[in-house]
C-alpha cells in the first residue's frame, strides 16, 4: 500500500508542477513580468536625475515639433478615394 501511495503523490507533484509551469507561461511572463528587466534592457532605471530630466526635455521637446507625417495628413489630397468616389458619383471624370 505504502508504494502506491507515495506513485499517487509522484504523479500528484508532476501534474502540479505541470500546471504551475503552464500558469507562469501564460499569465505571469506575458501580462506582469517587466520585460525589459528579464531581457536584461532596463537602462532607463540606471539613469541619473539629470539624465532623465535631459530625457524628458527632449521627449516634449519632440511632441511640441509637428511631424512630417502629421502635416501630410493634414493637408488634403485631390486624388484621394473620396474625392475620386465624390467625381464618380457627381458624373465628373478627370
Known sequence: MAA???GSK????????????VGVGTIYL???ADKDRIRGLN???DMT????R???EMMRKMEEMPSEAQE???LPTSNS???????AASGQQK
Open 4 to 6: 502506491r501511495n507515495s
Open 10 to 21: 509522484m504523479v500528484f507533484a508532476a501534474v502540479a508542477a505541470t500546471v504551475a509551469a
Open 30 to 32: 506575458p501580462f506582469i
Open 43 to 45: 537602462e532607463e532605471s
Open 49 to 52: 536625475a539629470a539624465e532623465k
Open 54 to 56: 535631459e530625457y524628458r
Open 72 to 74: 501630410k495628413r493634414s
Open 81 to 87: 478615394m473620396w474625392s475620386r468616389m465624390n467625381r
